[in-house]
């Protein structure tokens, strides 16, 4: 007989692998790229697709899967998305081209979309203490940097001794696992007929959220374009028809009030502004330590694991300690820690293996601590039957975190680089693209041109630089502004805002 308590810990771990692997599928193609490229003959903008697909789809379906879920139950939620994941994931690793791999990553994100809010939901449903709670919603948090840096490290050990797909068949056995445990662990369904869930709304959010994210990406290239303007007017209209609807109905897939919580604001802040630096550092320092260093796949994903290495146990103590020192310390505190943390890192990366790890390991303390309570300071800071809701706007934040990164760190990197790059004479301009095209010029001959292996390689490095110190500015002014936010926020009154019977006047209204 499995007792009450050891039932809850259990589900914990079965949520907790649904979440590993919607966060796994974030990064695992970071290094596994170069040989999709290959096996598919994928030209550049359809590998940019093939990685972006799953989070731009993802980004777009979270509101309106989370209230969904307040509706026909989390429990139910949950199992659907762990059904679409599996077949998605043996659709992608069997795509006999880039445009399916394209459709199926888009499937994987509906998939990971019902999932998502569903596993914060249910953690917030299950553990009725307070203490608890929040030690289970660190573990559930601390997970999103963990399954990130994972990513990189598995697809390089499955690439040695397998063909690309591999990378999304590991999906299917813990897909099969997570499903029985549900199944016997979950608490019963916790579905409300009575609650409305307006499909519309969720179409609009979809247009908006996709619209800014692809508009947010054509930004970072340089001059307009048709696909930018679409973008632009989708993310306009959709966010503003969105916004106009949600005032008017009784059931909103968005309450907007709930901003007006300064802990939930802060919380919701945290976790965009972490898988922004998550990202940002994961993808670059990938490629960095690959192109210039000469490191295989596996070994530059062992060197960025050093952040979840160093995410766990702060992960773990700030949920512990959440109720004695409250969230200021931990989260604006964490993320000032993970500042120094990339300090350290632009300071030593082409000088000191040792100090390079030493920073990483505390950017990842840092980040580890806020990200876990951010988590606890977002789902304790709304009242239970808000569940859903809740949940679908800290993944949207995390969402959007790694997706502003990924393009706007990369095109910074890209522009730094090509305007940087001293080309040695008679070498072609197409070696200002990438250092890439640099690196494949310079081996065209009987002889390596090391000069211009050389400038390709300082100039890399000096564009790494431009975004280590783009991402210790935000680091920095996010802990500022969460400071601000949390500073009335003292030990005891971390999760004092969570009103669990309190009902909107619109809602009263409605119920009338």
């Known amino acids: 007989m499995v007792t009450r308590t050891r039932q809850r810990w259990l589900l914990l771990t079965a949520v907790s692998a649904g979440l590993l692997l919607i966060t796994l599928d974030n990064s695992i193609l970071y290094t596994t790229l170069p040989t999709l490229v290959d096996e598919l003959g994928a030209s550049s903008s359809e590998s940019l697709w093939i990685i972006n697909a799953y989070p731009v789809v993802m980004a777009g379906l979270l509101l ?15 199992l659907i998305g762990l059904v679409i994941f599996g077949v998605a994931s043996l659709a992608a690793a069997f795509s006999p081209s880039p445009e399916a791999l394209i459709a199926a990553r888009a499937f994987l994100a509906i998939g990971a979309a019902s999932m ?8 917030r449903i299950t553990f009725d203490d307070e203490h608890e709670r929040n030690i289970a919603i660190a573990i559930w948090g601390s997970l999103a940097i963990v399954g990130s840096a ?17 990378v999304f068949i590991i999906n299917v056995p813990v897909v099969i696992a997570a499903i029985i445990a549900t199944v016997v ?9 009575s609650k409305r869930w307006d499909l519309l709304s ?11 994210t692809v508009l947010i990406k054509e930004l970072a290239k340089s001059g307009s374009s048709p696909l930018m303007i679409t973008a632009a007017a989708a993310a306009t209209l959709g966010g503003w028809a969105f916004v106009r609807r949600q005032r008017h109905l009784p059931y909103p897939l968005l309450d907007f009030t709930i901003f007006r919580n300064r802990a939930f604001l802060a919380g919701v802040l945290a976790a965009g502004f972490a898988l922004f630096a998550v990202a940002g550092i994961e993808l670059l320092t990938t490629q960095r330590f690959q192109l210039v260093e000469g490191f295989t796949p596996l070994r530059a994903g062992l060197l960025v694991a050093a952040i979840a290495l160093g995410a766990l146990p702060t992960a773990m103590v700030g949920g512990a300690i959440l109720h004695k020192v409250g969230l200021l310390p931990i989260i604006a505190g964490g993320l000032a820690l993970s500042t120094v943390g990339v300090l350290l890192i632009m300071l030593y990366f082409d000088t000191s293996m040792a100090l390079l790890i030493t920073g990483l390991i505390v950017t990842g303390a840092g980040l580890g601590a806020a990200m876990s ?7 304790g800071n709304v009242p239970a039957r808000r569940a859903g809701m809740a949940s679908s706007v800290e993944e949207v934040s995390y969402e959007f975190g790694s997706l502003i990164a990924v393009a706007l760190l990369g095109s910074l990197m890209t522009a730094v680089y090509t305007a940087t790059i001293d080309l040695p004479p008679g070498v072609p301009d197409s070696a200002r693209d990438s250092l890439d095209a640099a690196l494949a010029l310079a081996e065209e001959g009987s002889q390596p041109n090391t000069p211009l292996i050389t400038a390709a390689s300082e100039a890399f490095d000096g564009a790494y630089l431009a975004v280590l110190i783009v991402v210790a500015a935000v680091l920095a002014v996010s802990a500022t502004v969460t400071g601000l936010l949390l500073r009335h926020h003292g030990p005891g009154s971390a999760l004092a805002s969570a009103a669990p ?7 009263h209204h409605a119920n009338q």
């Open 64 to 78: 309106g899967s989370g209230t969904l879920g307040d509706r026909v139950g989390h429990r139910r939620m949950f």
């Open 116 to 123: 998502m809010p569903a596993t914060l939901a249910l953690i």
């Open 150 to 166: 994972l990513g990189p490290i598995i697809s390089g050990i499955l690439l040695q001794s397998f063909w690309w797909g591999s």
């Open 185 to 193: 662990l979950a608490p019963p369904n916790d579905a409300d007929p």
């Open 202 to 212: 969720s179409f609009l959010a979809l247009v908006a959220l996709v619209g800014l």
């Open 373 to 379: 309570v951010a988590s606890s300071a977002i789902m």
């Open 501 to 507: 019977h309190e009902t909107t006047a619109r809602e």
